[in-house]
């Protein structure tokens, strides 16, 4: 029998819900007759840091230690009666536990407040047309917010919400800053840590531990987990991977790192743990382990094993919550940008759809790396049999979709499968904004259940995204929004800036399309990212063929990725940052959109040299021509009831909004009462054979075109 395994995620990832690894896994192991278990200690420590208890122990600290303190600090210290008596009913508010609560909140003065608060002025737009739940969730995450600045103050200077000392891990090539942060006297979070640590060694007794470990804010958090296994459980062997490990850790060569942990696997998990749990149980050995780093005579050695193959994502299994307290989680708000919303609001179950990228090209991303290289989709039966799955064992009917860029097709079978098994789910997910994403296909995954979508418009620019390889152009970008804010979902863009060659006038340019973006009401959310030329992507392997130098970190043994470089013929890309975020900030809430540029950014810029019109013009353009291979399906109802009149007749249609009706000759409802609602999704060609008369003709008619509103959608 082989070793109980217990997967961590260590601090901290997010307060809303559960990072998805240690569920795939975990999943996948018990599938195979493992003892396996999770758990996710950021959110535990900050379910310790935010109790009464954690309270009391932060003010017993002010109250020992001779430092001095800042206004804001000593104004939370100041209320903290307040704090204690008001912090065990918010953390259950935010559990949506206790949702009567947000009465009292709303009223101001419930609620000790502090720095945080002021960010209201700046918000009331938005608050005035909130409800009082969300009204009440916001002042929630800003009490909460408050706490979380006098912790970094007083406690723990590496704490963050959703990271922990994520400076010290980003581009750590040496492992130098991790052993001199592991050194510190442990803080009170460490110590918390710890015991919530040993709580889940007793409980789950496990011999071998997992640190799943996705970003650089939970690098140290897993060092300071497996330092405390190694002096108090040293029998307990420890595997690290994860996303981070899968990026940074791919040249791993300091021995030190081996003081800590026992092993370190890249990339998929499964088949790496399956072999590691063999080696462990003396049914394998070393040369057996896959993709694995171990330490070998003081050196340490890189185990490909390519012989043993990885799981395809078919056979994983449903990933599993099992062991995770899914009610515990918090749902905080932010108001700003309505995409990060989603993010940190409610609790979503998260597949994945299709391993890696089907497009795998653009030249700023890690398209050398398996995570995005190696393109493998699942059927849709097989995934919306998991969502049934999950739904069943959470209760639990939003999903997030946690692909790079989920493919048009695949969302449009998952979209039909959901809708023919007439499952209620809520999902969003990642695209690329290409062209197969058409207004039709936007209603079908709406109705099914898409709420949002985000995508790369990235430098918003024609040159640059051909050089970086998108695949799309603005135009293409502008129309592909455009469709799906018509069917009611929401569009959030990845914003880039600062890509090698990229002059001031391309960036005021890509300002201006974002711009006219908003203004025509085809974005609701977005981002803008300084561009990051990471070790993996074609960028950072090639930098002479995009004209920009590659000018440290020098590598030392440790973490690889973000690389620094010149970029000798852009602009001074840093200066932007400011008046880009500022701007996106406003218009994001219908806010300065006819203001010119220079208002946004305080040191000269270009005029745009894009028309005013431009984005307009892009949407104005033909749609796509219907063919006879084109599929079809209907959304539009039942037909419910209909009304003579001679050789025509007016059919209703039952939708939840109102009857839809349409005027058509007699033959053509005789048609649609054997065919609708095409649910075997057919070929007009097939359709064609049967239909009275010329069906391509008649979908371009008045009539067709009507039908095509109500429901009529061809794919
Ligand atoms: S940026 Fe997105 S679309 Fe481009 S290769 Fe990477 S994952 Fe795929």
């Not at 088949?271 to 005579?297: C, E, N, V, W």
Request: net charge negative; proline share 6%; aromatic share 12%.
């Amino acid at each position: 029998m082989a070793a109980p395994i217990l997967f961590i995620t260590p601090p901290f990832t997010q307060l809303n819900t559960p990072y998805p690894a240690t569920a795939y896994l975990t999943g996948y192991l018990r599938q195979q007759g493992y003892v396996a278990h999770q758990a996710d200690l950021g959110l535990e420590v900050t379910l310790r840091l935010f109790s009464k208890q954690g309270l009391e122990q932060i003010f017993h600290h002010l109250d020992q230690i001779d430092q001095t303190i800042s206004e804001n600090a000593f104004r939370i210290y100041s209320l903290k009666d307040h704090y204690l008596r008001t912090i065990t009913p918010v953390i259950q508010f935010l559990q949506n536990k206790k949702p009567t609560l947000a009465h009292l909140i709303v009223e101001r003065g419930f609620l000790p407040e502090a720095s945080r608060f002021q960010s209201l002025q700046d918000l009331a737009w938005a608050f005035g047309h909130m409800g009082i739940q969300d009204k009440a969730r916001h002042l929630a995450t800003l009490y909460l917010e408050d706490l979380g600045d006098l912790v970094r103050e007083v406690i723990d200077p590496h704490f963050g919400f959703t990271r922990y000392a994520e400076r010290i891990a980003r581009a750590a090539s040496s492992f130098d800053p991790i052993l001199e942060a592991l050194d510190e006297p442990p803080t009170l979070l460490v110590h918390w840590l710890e015991a919530c640590l040993e709580e889940k060694i007793s409980q789950f007794a496990p011999e071998v531990i997992g640190l799943s470990v996705p970003f650089p804010g939970n690098v140290l958090g897993a060092f300071q987990i497996a330092a405390y296994v190694k002096k108090h459980h040293p029998k307990i062997k420890i595997v690290l991977g994860g996303g981070y490990a899968n990026t940074e850790l791919r040249r791993l060569a300091d021995p030190r790192v081996f003081h800590y942990l026992d092993f370190v696997t890249l990339d998929d998990g499964e088949a790496p743990i399956q072999q590691l749990m063999a080696y462990l149980d003396g049914q394998a050995t070393t040369k057996d382990l896959k993709r694995t780093f171990h330490l070998s005579q003081d050196r340490v050695v890189y185990q490909v094993n390519s012989k043993v193959q990885d799981i395809p994502l078919a056979e994983t299994g449903t990933p599993t919550y099992a062991d995770l307290p899914l009610d515990q989680y918090l749902s905080v708000m932010e108001l700003v940008n309505p995409m990060h919303r989603l993010w940190s609001d409610g609790r979503w179950n998260k597949l994945t759809l299709a391993h890696g990228c089907y497009w795998g090209k653009c030249s700023f991303c890690d398209v050398s790396l398996d995570y995005i290289s190696r393109y493998e989709p699942v059927q849709a039966e097989i995934l919306v049999n998991r969502m049934e799955e999950m739904i069943q064992e959470t209760g639990e009917y939003g999903f997030h979709f946690v692909d790079e860029a989920a493919p048009p097709a695949l969302l449009r079978d998952v979209a039909l499968e959901i809708i023919r098994r007439n499952l209620t789910v809520v999902w969003w997910t990642n695209i690329r904004f290409e062209k197969n994403f058409t207004y039709d296909l936007a209603r079908l995954l709406k109705r099914s259940g898409c709420i949002a979508l985000s995508g790369g418009l990235e430098v918003a620019s024609d040159r640059l995204l051909a050089r970086m390889k998108k695949g799309v152009t603005v135009a293409q970008v502008a129309r592909v929004a455009h469709d799906f804010t018509r069917a009611g979902i929401m569009v959030h863009a990845y914003l880039m800036y600062g890509f090698p060659t990229q002059t001031e006038q391309e960036t005021i340019d890509s300002w201006e399309v974002v711009r006219q973006m908003f203004l025509e009401g085809v974005l609701q959310s977005g981002f803008w990212h300084q561009f990051a030329m990471t070790a993996h992507s074609p960028v950072g392997l090639e930098p002479a063929a995009y004209e920009v130098e590659t000018i440290g970190p020098v590598f030392d043994g440790f973490a690889e990725n973000d690389l620094f470089h010149e970029d000798p013929n852009g602009a001074n890309h840093d200066q932007f940052g400011p008046g880009l975020h500022r701007s996106l900030f406003n218009f994001m809430q219908g806010v300065g959109l006819e203001e010119p540029v220079s208002v946004w950014f305080d040191f000269p810029v270009p005029t745009p040299s894009h028309p005013p019109q431009l984005i307009s013009e892009f949407l104005s353009e033909e749609p796509t021509k219907i063919k006879l291979t084109d599929r079809c399906f209907w959304i539009g109802g039942n037909l419910s009831d209909t009304n003579e009149d001679g050789e025509w007749v007016e059919i209703i249609f039952s939708h939840p909004l109102q009857e839809e009706s349409c005027w058509v000759p007699v033959d053509i409802l005789e048609w649609l009462e054997l065919h609708l609602p095409f649910a075997n999704y057919p070929r007009l060609s097939e359709l064609q054979d049967h239909f009275p008369g010329d069906l391509l003709g008649f979908l371009n008619s008045e009539t067709g075109s009507r039908l095509r509103e109500i429901g009529w959608l061809i794919l």
